[in-house]
């Protein structure tokens, strides 16, 4: 008994070993696709915009930012309560679509 007993903590140890692993993997290739999209989004403000309107544009970007923070968990709660939980997946991958045909489909402001 005492054998079997060294041959399931064994192979417990290997498999947490084995997760441990993989986390740490997951994670940083988590952290790569969260971290790239915040130096992204400030360098296309600056380079989209003339030198004196730098300041004035990342600020903007901040604060939609953080408009977007804290009216998102507002608005899904709201689609929840009307159409449940699975609503809020629907929506959520519709606003997800339209930001890719945006993406795809993109219209030129600056001859409007």
């Known amino acids: 008994m005492t ?6 903590k064994w192979l417990r140890t290997k498999t947490a070993a084995a997760n441990t692993t993989l986390l740490i993997v ?5 952290g790569i696709g969260l ?6 989004s400030i360098a296309t403000t600056v380079e989209s ?5 730098i300041g004035e544009g990342l ?3 901040l604060t939609i930012n953080r ?3 804290l009216l998102t968990p507002i608005s899904m709660g709201g689609v929840a ?10 929506s959520t991958g519709a ?3 339209v930001g890719i045909l945006g993406f795809i489909f993109p219209r030129n402001l600056k001859d409007n």
């Not at 054998?3 to 399931?8: E, M, N």
């Not at 915009?49 to 309107?53: D, E, R, T, V, W």
């Open 3 to 8: 054998g079997s007993l060294a041959k399931f």
């Open 26 to 30: 997951l994670s940083f290739v988590l």
């Open 35 to 40: 971290g790239i999209g915040q130096p992204l």
């Open 49 to 53: 915009l003339p030198n004196n309107k």
């Open 59 to 61: 600020g903007l970007r």
């Open 67 to 69: 408009l977007t923070q």
């Open 81 to 90: 309560t009307i159409v449940g939980f699975g609503g809020v997946f629907y």
């Open 95 to 97: 606003i997800v679509v």
